[in-house]
């Protein structure tokens, strides 16, 4: 059974200036792999977009915002194997989600060099 759908969209640029003006921005919004992973691609900032509009559109679908008990750094957005995008929870994050019931999420990244997008569907089990 569908329990959320969300869905964000950001223009790279906003991010790239974020993470080129601001001190600790980076470490707030992603994890230490998200971070290894995005400056390991030569459109990095790209790669920082789609994870946040990832991390926005995981909000929207769970209802809660930032006020679910969610810490941004705590939800990594890492490729499998081959390369399809998954959703990680660590910390606090993973057990409010946990306390919220059984899930299973979906997500898709989508960018270009000035805007990015992802979609997140969960299913609760």
């Known amino acids: ?3 959320g759908i969300g869905i964000d969209l950001i223009e790279t640029e906003r991010v790239g200036d974020k993470i080129a003006k601001e001190t600790g921005f980076r470490e707030y919004i992603f994890s230490a792999a998200e971070i290894t992973f995005c400056e390991s691609k030569a459109n990095k900032t790209e790669h920082y977009a789609a994870r946040f509009a990832g991390k926005e559109a ?4 769970m209802g809660t ?9 705590e ?15 660590m910390g ?7 306390e919220k019931g059984k899930f299973k999420f979906h997500i898709t990244l989508t ?4 805007i990015a997008c992802a979609m997140v569907v969960i299913e609760k089990i």
Do not use: C, R, V
């Open 65 to 73: 915002g930032l006020g679910g008990g969610f810490t941004l750094s």
């Open 92 to 98: 606090s994050t993973a057990e409010a989600i946990e």
């Open 111 to 114: 960018h270009l060099k000035n």
């Open 58 to 61: 995981f909000l929207k679908a």
């Open 1 to 3: 059974m569908i329990n």
């Open 75 to 89: 939800i990594e957005i890492l490729p499998d194997s081959a390369g399809k995008p998954e959703l990680y929870f």
